[in-house]
């Protein structure tokens, strides 16, 4: 198996990769009319995409992606540029009005990177909960220090667990999982 290849946010200026979900799901190609398949083992969605998240808005920015029908269509009037195995749609400006919460991160410890699905947050050092209501910030909660408390937790977790469920679990962005 292989580590997913996260979606990343801009926030604060900075890099954080989106290691949890609460709420609606965020864009999507389907949103598109486009149908991702699996770009490599390292996305097995077929799609992944950059957002910026400003004081007021969350903002789609890119989205890379490979379509099953090679029909890659315009997005706000954008056409993608094509590479050898996907095709990455730059400069976007689609808001998105997702209500929910958002678990950021940055600052991997390498030696807690589990090398299946996406990682969990008792592996970063600085993570973050963010409550969004109709895409504009409500709340943001710094979680680094809790995390820091529980650091290496889902690694063990990884290593001594049922394989069916740690592969699930591995796999997922709930919230819960720490």
Do not use: W
Not at 128 to 134: C, E, G, P
């Amino acid at each position: 198996m292989t580590g997913q290849t996260p979606d990343i946010f801009i926030f604060k200026g900075e890099r954080y990769e989106l290691i949890g979900m609460e709420g609606h799901k965020l864009i999507s190609p389907e949103q598109f009319g486009m149908y991702p398949v699996m770009l490599d083992t390292g996305c097995y969605r077929g799609f992944y995409c950059t957002y910026e998240l400003t004081d007021t808005v969350l903002y789609l920015r890119r989205m890379t992606l490979r379509e099953g029908g090679e029909n890659y269509l315009p997005i706000n009037g954008i056409l993608p540029e094509k590479e050898k195995y996907q095709t990455t749609y730059h400069n976007l400006s689609v808001e998105v009005p997702f209500t929910g919460k958002l678990r950021l991160a940055k600052d991997l410890i390498p030696g807690l990177y589990i090398h299946m699905g996406y990682q969990k947050p008792t592996a970063f050092k600085t993570v973050y909960d963010v409550t969004l209501a109709d895409g504009k910030v409500v709340d943001i909660k710094d979680r680094s220090e809790e995390m820091e408390k529980k650091r290496g937790a889902f690694k063990k977790h990884y290593k001594s667990g049922n394989m069916i469920q740690t592969i699930e679990d591995a796999f997922s962005l709930d919230m819960d999982l720490e």
